[in-house]
């Protein structure tokens, strides 16, 4: 199950306004939560802008004093996703995988 701490991270990363908007809601909700139509609109939401929160992971782990290498990147960001496997689907999990990877090519 996802937990609250992601959801909320998420939602920063696809734009918080818009994210509660497309969930219908004021506040996060607890992602265990979601109705399958919450779901199906974070889903679609997440389709749209999956490269904005890739750019957004490879910002944080570039300001991380815990990142100091493409290695440790790739390590920081794996966790962050990880944290996410409940709320993107397969296809999501990978595709984001694919886009940090190829950002963080030039890192040292």
Known sequence: MATFPALIQLVRMLGRADALASLGVDAEPDPDELSATQRQRLSDLIDEQ??????????????????????????????????????????????LTSIVESGSSDWG
């Open 50 to 95: 999956l490269d904005n929160v890739a750019v957004e992971l490879l910002d944080e782990a570039a300001s991380s004093d815990d990142v100091n290498s493409r290695v440790s990147a790739l390590q920081f960001i794996g966790d962050r996703i990880a944290g996410f496997r409940d709320l993107l689907n397969d296809g999501q999990l990978q595709r």
